[in-house]
């Protein structure tokens, strides 16, 4: 398969993981997620997990702040 799977989980509801992973997602192409404020789930392809990993740190940076 050329496509990783990335699931995300927060059940205090602090947090929207759905709108967080659609965020991180975004521009990425092939790329989707969507879900519940608790819980998300999402795809995209092997080749951009690098793309991806930039784009997770950056948002975890910027939720931070």
């Known amino acids: 398969d ?3 799977t990335i699931s995300a989980r927060r059940q205090d509801k602090e947090v929207d993981v ?7 997602v975004s521009g990425i192409d092939g790329a989707s997620a969507g879900g519940h404020v608790p ?3 999402g795809n995209f392809l092997k080749k951009d997990l690098k793309v991806f990993k930039k784009k997770l740190s950056e948002v975890s940076e910027n939720e931070k702040s």
């Open 39 to 41: 819980a998300a789930g």
């Open 18 to 24: 759905s709108a967080l992973l659609k965020k991180i």
């Open 2 to 4: 050329d496509y990783m």
